[in-house]
């Protein structure tokens, strides 16, 4: 049976101004983990299901709470789910389709009946708000969201995820400090100065990248899904730069009520964005039950993909 989402929720901090815009900002001291901590509660009470059902954990982010251990082990701690497997992935902005596919093979395989997928960052305790990095702090949010995944019906479930990375151009969007690669430190004071602790894109670079293969991924996975654009009730675009996913939505002559951008209420929640504002569309009755959808995302790393399925 195909890997079906069972349960779907999502959380936002209360929204702030931030570098001249309104986003969703955690101000308390906490890392993504509490933030998901409240999403998966209420995933959790949809299902019907408690902590004892939950046989693994995976949690996208590229902001954990701390060095290491992973958000994941926190977050398996707070949610009181004894010694349940999890596991951190960076995929940066295609942390949760590749955290789509990796609970997939887990539960296709028979690993796992029940993965629970989460997804959160916390970016403004970490940006530049000084005229220097204003115009990249803006694009930011903090949000979380977590997906129970499992078996259900026929008829519903993943029908395609594909994923990419091109690691050549990382520098072209990035935060390099602190590095373990650094020595004998791994940040400096000048580095501190220098703002290099703060994330940083080639806006040019990253933009003409998004436009190329944002609409390519969406193409591949509805390739692999044996489906076309005209089969998909709605389409979930990601993007750091809105108007690239305007620019996907285009070249795949999309209708605009057939597309939702996801990084444009709330900034960019970089792994969350995806399943955030499916969430909200799920939640305020945009997609039901049955419905097909297709998400995409491009971004750092550069890493890009796309994957369809059916609630």
Known sequence: MPTSILALAHYLPSEASVAGVRRPIFSEPGGPSDLALTAAREALAQAGLTTDAV?????????????????????QDKLQCGTTGA???????????MGLMIADSFLQAGTYRHVLLAAGEVHSSGLDYSERGAR???????????????????GCGLRAVVCHSDGRLHDRFWCEYPAS??????ITVDDVRAGRQF??????????????????????????AQSDVDSVDCFVLSHILPEVAESAAAALALPRSRWINAGEAHGHLT??????????????????KGATVCLAACGAGFAWGSAVLTL
């Open 55 to 75: 046989d693994f954990i995976i949690f996208a982010t590229m902001t954990p709470d701390v060095t290491f251990p992973g958000a994941a082990c926190f977050f």
């Open 87 to 97: 596991l951190d992935i960076r995929g940066q902005c295609t942390g949760f389709l």
């Open 136 to 154: 990249v702090a803006a694009l930011y949010g903090d949000g979380a969201a977590v997906t129970l995944l499992g078996h259900a019906a026929e």
């Open 181 to 186: 690669r650094q020595h004998p430190v791994r």
């Open 199 to 224: 994330p940083t894109l080639d806006f040019d670079t990253v933009e003409r990248f998004g436009r190329e293969h944002l609409p390519a991924a969406v193409r591949e996975a509805l390739a692999a």
């Open 271 to 288: 792994a969350a964005t995806l399943p955030v504002a499916l969430s909200e569309a799920v939640g305020d009755g945009r997609l039901g």
